[in-house]
């Protein structure tokens, strides 16, 4: 039987969903397939830049919710 794989297949691959079993077969279909290629390189770069996407967000925005609950503290009294 033969297994046709998809770009969304690819990225369960990457995320673990994908079975064990289909994974070494999706493997083999990738080295056959350009597009399947590109597109795993691509996603796995996309992967690999997560970590320098993420932001720490910094002090300001606990200032600014420490603010508001002041004022609101201050309100309700």
């Known amino acids: 039987m033969i297994k046709t794989f998809t ?3 690819v990225l369960k691959n990457l995320s673990g969903e994908l079975p064990p079993e289909d994974s070494s077969d999706l493997d083999h279909s990738i080295l ?4 399947l290629e590109a597109f795993a390189a691509a996603a796995e770069q996309l992967e690999s830049e997560i970590p320098n996407l993420i932001q720490e967000p910094g ?3 606990l200032k ?3 603010a508001f609950i002041e004022g609101e503290l201050k309100i309700n009294k």
Do not use: Q, R
Request: charged letters at 30%.
């Open 32 to 35: 056959e397939s350009s597009e």
């Open 59 to 61: 002090n300001k925005p």
């Open 7 to 9: 770009p969304n297949d």
């Open 64 to 66: 600014n919710i420490m």
